[in-house]
């Protein structure tokens, strides 16, 4: 069994959810790796104002989950660990864009591989 408690961090910013990551080799030698939501929810809400950088304030200030394996096998080596990650909030890049006018924004500003919105993770 594996537990976990997740607080956000001194700027406040709130949790959207827990994941655990699980990495093992397989019988023929193969790398695996499976993640699983266990606390929180992908769903609840969390947005970006691309115009104005206005976050909403969905999310929560702590997550804690336990989750037990339903796939161990003893004689295969594995690890898990959690990875908490932060509702969306607007990318540093993004932000720079808006600070300019739009006629003098870099050819960046409007490439579509650079999200505007990322989730941080921990």
């Not at 804690?64 to 990875?83: E, G, K």
Request: hydrophobic share 40%.
């Amino acid at each position: 069994m594996f537990a976990a408690a997740v607080t956000s961090g001194p700027q406040g910013y709130r949790l959207q959810r827990l994941q655990i990551i699980k990495v093992w080799h397989d019988a023929d030698g193969g790398f695996r790796q499976q993640v699983t939501d266990s606390a929180g929810n992908l769903d609840n809400g969390a947005s970006v104002n691309l115009h104005n950088l206005e976050v909403s304030d969905f999310g929560d200030t702590q997550l804690w989950a336990t989750w037990r394996d339903p796939q161990f096998q003893t004689d295969l080596a594995s690890a898990c660990y959690v990875r908490a990650l932060e509702k969306p909030s607007c990318h540093w890049s993004w932000r720079q864009c808006l600070s300019l006018l739009e006629e003098n924004r870099f050819a960046a500003c409007f490439d579509t591989a650079v999200p505007p919105v990322i989730e941080q993770r921990a």
